[in-house]
């Protein structure tokens, strides 16, 4: 049985930092693409950060630049989000994503169709 479970996150004042993990089981995701998604209230799923099968790519949305990073430990089949500089729009559940195989085209990286698996979520709260 395939399954991401994510953890890490919590609540935090604008400012701080939080690092969200994924532990993958079920499937060798050591050798496909991951990634982070997250989902305000009232709102749709966005793409926050994705990464390559051996983390020689990443990608990031323009409002995390400079203040998350993707990176993923494939002998220990885990994905991380350091999230520094967090602010009161970070709020969100956190999804951690995984595909089934490589991409052609690096921007699928961006689209929650090119992710095959998905976690349960972990709640970021930033307060200002």
């Known amino acids: 049985q395939v399954q991401l479970v994510e953890s890490g996150g919590g609540l935090v004042q ?35 950060a994705a990464i390559t099968w051996n983390g020689g790519s990443t990608y990031y949305i323009d409002s995390v630049k400079g203040r998350f990073t993707i990176s993923r430990d494939n002998t220990g089949n885990t994905l991380y989000l350091q999230m520094n500089s967090l602010k009161p729009e970070d709020t969100a559940v956190y999804y951690c994503a995984a595909a089934s195989s490589n991409w052609t085209w690096s921007g699928s990286a961006y689209y929650t169709r090119k992710y095959d698996y998905w976690g349960q979520g972990t709640q970021v709260t930033v307060s200002s």
């Open 14 to 48: 604008a400012g701080g930092s939080l690092r969200l993990s994924c532990a993958a089981s079920g499937r060798t995701f050591s050798r496909f693409p991951m990634g982070w998604f997250r989902q305000a209230p009232g709102k749709e799923r966005e793409f926050v």
